[in-house]
């Protein structure tokens, strides 16, 4: 039996934390958009969250990396 892309996808923390970060960003626009005295702070924001983010992504794939070599990973249902 095939994996199911689709379920695999809502269960990767990646994806979430890529949502999340999605999200994030998206609200920071709109404070932005409306409210212009707060740009300087929704830029340190944005600058202080986004490699957090990263770094968080790429811990979470080299870790999924070294667990599919291993042979490790649950499979996927």
């Excluded at 269960?11 to 999340?20: A, D, Q």
Aim: charged share 15%; no cysteine; net charge positive.
């Amino acid at each position: 039996m095939k994996p199911n892309p689709f379920s695999a996808l809502l269960h990767s923390r990646k994806f979430w934390l890529l949502i999340l970060d999605t999200v994030i960003m998206l609200t920071l626009y709109f404070i932005t958009k409306y409210s212009p005295a707060a740009i300087e702070d929704v830029k340190f924001l944005i600058l202080a969250l986004q490699p957090i983010f990263v770094t968080v992504i790429i811990a979470i794939a080299t870790e999924d990396s070294a667990l599919a070599k291993a042979g490790l990973l649950p499979p996927v249902q």
